[in-house]
């Protein structure tokens, strides 16, 4: 059988050279990149069985980068991360779901050797299933319109004003739809808002029901705070590549849809007073 193909990609030249001969003395056949477009360049070119990246490089892009790439042109080759940082649980969920494994630097080249024999004996796991933020939120809107309900029951000022969970709740629905919509428009951030004749509706409903203007901002940080409790339970399902700007784009249209509603609040409250 041919030897097995390592691309090991790390910015220390020391790493590569000395990491890269000890790994061909073990029988692989190492080819080394010192940067991420570099790495890029030779797997869209070659084909690996194993890549071992650092995650953190300087310049454009890090190890995850060099990871998505590699899943996406070469699906069954193994994937390592080698990080300095393993005190960072929540990073090192995230990145497990993309990459194989996770070593932490400095690590012991034999047992390297072995994490590398192990994970080529396994093979690589299952291609994950992505979805976009949309088609997630859209799936989870129920879950994620009860996991609003529960924080909200825990404010006090919001649950003096005695209503039903269908009055509570009513206007979520569509609240997540516009969100849906305007994820899958891809309007820049910032850019003027989409008119929500509903946010309007809940502006003046809500001012009708008793509400304080401090109680709708309250909601509307809740309802950010639930959204992204449920990008949180499917990050397994997600593209890490567009997650910031799709997390900004959120932000910005549940802010929106407060500001409409609080002007329509106003406006009611207003007229009211004439």
Known sequence: MP?????????????????????QEQGFNVTTAA???????????ESYDVLLSDLHMPGTGDGLTVVSAMRHAHPN????????????????HAIMLQADQVLVKPMNIMALVKAIK???????????????VATILE??????????????????????????YEQRTGHLPQVLRDLVLRLRSSQPIGSKELVSAAAAEH?????????????????????????????QKNLA??????????????????????????????????????
Not at 118 to 124: D, P, Q, S, Y
Not at 210 to 231: C, K, N
Request: aromatic share 4%.
């Open 3 to 23: 030897p097995t193909r390592i691309l090991l990609v790390d910015d220390d030249e020391v790493i590569n050279t000395m990491l890269g001969e000890v790994l």
């Open 35 to 45: 940067n991420v477009p570099e790495a890029l360049k030779l797997i869209s070119s």
């Open 77 to 92: 080759a193994v994937t390592m991360i080698l990080s300095a940082f393993p005190e960072m649980d929540a990073a090192s």
């Open 118 to 132: 192990e994970r080529l004996a396994t093979g690589a796991p299952p291609a994950r299933v992505i979805e976009t």
């Open 139 to 164: 799936r989870t809107a129920k879950s994620t319109i009860n996991d609003w309900f529960a924080h909200i029951q825990k404010d006090e000022k919001v649950m003096s004003v005695p209503l039903t």
């Open 203 to 231: 502006g003046v409903n809500r001012r009708r029901q008793g509400y304080s203007s401090a109680m709708m901002v309250e909601e509307s940080r809740m309802l950010q705070v639930s959204v992204f409790h449920t990008l």
């Open 237 to 274: 399902q997600i593209d890490f590549s567009v997650l910031l700007t799709e997390v900004m784009t959120i932000a910005d249209e549940i802010d929106s849809q407060l500001s409409q509603a609080m002007t329509s609040y106003v406006a009611d409250s207003i007229g009211a007073a004439a």
